[in-house]
């Protein structure tokens, strides 16, 4: 397989916005050996293969000869094809020239990918949506002064953000009602939700459970309510297939809230906490080493989680 049909055959995926434009392996480092540590980072990591019945020692046996009689950059086919068995959204990896490859979407990501836009949304609006925190949520009160929040991402990457909502949920105080929409938001920091998620608390709530690779708990953990700020009215929190990580744990605790009701779709059912493994030949493989849990005790990583409505 040449390097031609190698670009062609990814160039196809491109709609996921993806780039598979590889960079040549570093020629010092075998195939093999780069395969095997990539292999053994899931082995020692991976909290799901039980959950999703994945025999890993098979899968190695599966890819390995391919691997040995790669040449140059045919190594991502094998190591994208064998990531991809995971069937896990928080799996990707980066070639020694920095290009992000990832295997496998959510197909409820896929379908709803397209699905959500602020432009319809903006139609049920008198005004136009005001926007905060580096554009990363829009707000505005409908006529019947129910208010309306989204959230595009739960990323911690802008110090604004925290003054930003907490000063719109200070404007919002009034309404009769707050719409929480987290359509299309692929995640970010538990740190950012909790955050949001303490402006609706009456009393702290416990946090959902992690489970690491070997089934040890995380310390238990609790959210408090926001000290200046309260708002204990009803809301409704509106989810789709694209909702996503970060996304699905503000959806699975709000849900445990008595004033709230989620509407929408089940969404991606992405629930791993994924971290970045260097090994040899300059590759980061990027995998969950920890599995978020509903309030039940159940796994919803690729399942996802369903709305009340």
């Known amino acids: 397989m ?89 799996i990707w990896f980066y070639t020694n020239g ?88 692929e995640g970010g920091s538990d740190i950012v939700t909790h955050y949001v998620i303490s402006f609706f608390l009456q009393q702290p709530i416990k946090s959902p459970v992690w489970v690491d690779s070997q089934g040890n708990k995380s310390p238990e953990y609790w959210i408090n309510p926001n000290k200046r700020i309260k708002y204990l009215k009803n809301i409704v929190v509106l989810q789709n297939g694209t909702s996503f990580s970060a996304a699905e744990e503000f959806v699975n605790i709000m849900k445990e809230l008595p004033s709230v009701t989620t509407v929408g779709d089940t969404t991606a059912g992405g629930s791993g906490a994924p971290e970045d493994f260097r090994i040899d030949g300059g590759f980061i493989i990027h995998i969950p080493t920890k599995a978020l849990l509903r309030y039940n005790g159940e796994y919803f990583e690729n399942t996802g989680i369903s709305p009340d409505i």
């Open 2 to 90: 040449n390097k031609i049909f190698i670009a062609f055959l990814f160039s196809n995926l491109s709609f996921l916005q993806c780039s598979y434009i590889f960079e040549p392996v570093i020629e010092e480092v075998s195939p093999v050996k780069i395969f095997e540590d990539a292999w053994q980072v899931a082995d020692e990591n991976y909290p799901f293969f039980t959950f999703k019945n994945i025999d890993w020692d098979v899968i190695y046996q599966k890819y390995y000869l391919k691997a040995k009689n790669t040449q140059g950059d045919e190594i991502l086919i094998v190591l994208h094809n064998m990531l991809g068995e995971l069937k896990d959204g928080h």
């Open 98 to 185: 920095g290009k992000r490859i990832k295997p496998f979407y959510s197909p409820r990501t896929l379908k709803d990918r397209k699905a959500f836009s602020l432009l319809v949304v903006q139609k049920y609006f008198d005004k136009k949506l005001s926007f905060a925190g580096g554009k990363r949520f829009f707000y505005g009160i409908l006529s019947n002064n129910i208010g309306y929040i989204y959230i595009s991402t739960f990323k911690n990457d802008r110090t604004e953000w925290y003054i930003d909502f907490k000063n719109i949920i200070s404007r919002l105080k009034n309404t009769d009602g707050i719409i929480i929409d987290v359509r299309n938001n």
